[in-house]
């Protein structure tokens, strides 16, 4: 089965409103991180996380290492926010490859 | 700093061609990543080389796709011969050891 499980799988917004998403592994893990992506683009790295919360700007990630799950909160949701966002775990013992969640779609509209 | 560099951005090929992909990592990264995006599978790791040894290539790949590491500061990707079934996103990243993993732009492939 899927080793990072990523709810929902897609989600819209009313600008300005907060959301948050959920990432569960299935196995232990070293780290996690979470991307951006846009149609077409690359992905951007948003958060290296391996444990804790961290904030950057509207966005805030919390990875529980030990309970195998990690959430990204936006809050205050802006069109420019629209786009999928995955996440992805290092394993312990699997050099620093990354298996990768399927991603939340997000779409903000005014 | 110059992010993970690939080249060409755009690849259209014919059915049984050989393409290489090329791939510079970030400067002093020492793991590097061959992926590939499609809709239908999402993210399926290629290869995986440190220090330019390489520690994986994925299983359902070897048989086309051969990832080269001729030095730390570039990599290949070929496939040979090209299947219609190969036209996706194909992705380069690397990272210095078990940290943060840093993406390329990718290399979009359409074989016909």
């Known amino acids: 089965g899927q080793q990072v499980q990523q709810s929902p799988t897609s989600l819209v917004l009313q600008e300005g409103e907060n959301a948050e998403l959920q990432c569960n592994f299935s196995?232990?893990?070293?780290?996690m991180q979470w991307f951006y992506q846009r149609p077409g683009g690359s992905l951007i790295s948003v958060f290296y996380?391996?444990?804790g919360t961290k904030q950057s700007g509207r966005l805030t990630s919390t990875t529980v290492i030990k309970e195998r799950r990690s959430s990204l909160h936006i809050s205050s949701s802006q069109i420019t926010d629209s786009g999928t966002y995955l996440c992805?775990?290092?394993?312990?013992?699997?050099?620093?490859?990354?298996?990768f969640g399927i991603g939340t779609r997000v779409l903000v509209r005014p | 700093d110059a992010g993970v560099t690939q080249t060409p951005r755009h690849e259209v090929a014919e059915k049984g061609q050989t393409i290489i992909l090329k791939c510079e990592p970030v400067?002093?990264?020492?793991?590097l990543f061959w992926y590939r995006q499609t809709k239908i599978q999402g993210l399926e790791l290629l290869s995986y080389?440190?220090?330019?040894?390489?520690?994986?290539d994925g299983g359902a790949f070897k048989d086309r796709f051969k990832a080269e590491m001729l030095n730390s500061s570039f990599s290949t990707l070929k496939i040979q011969p090209t299947e219609p079934k190969d036209s996706a996103v194909y992705l380069c990243?690397?990272?210095?050891?078990?940290?943060?993993?840093?993406f390329g732009k990718g290399t979009r492939l359409t074989v016909v």
């Open positions: 990243a690397s990272s210095f050891w078990n940290t943060e993993v840093f």
């Open positions: 196995t232990s893990l070293n780290s």
């Open positions: 996380n391996p444990s």
């Open positions: 992805a775990m290092e394993r312990n013992s699997a050099g620093n490859k990354l298996t």
């Open positions: 400067s002093g990264h020492n793991d």
């Open positions: 080389f440190r220090s330019k040894s390489l520690m994986e």
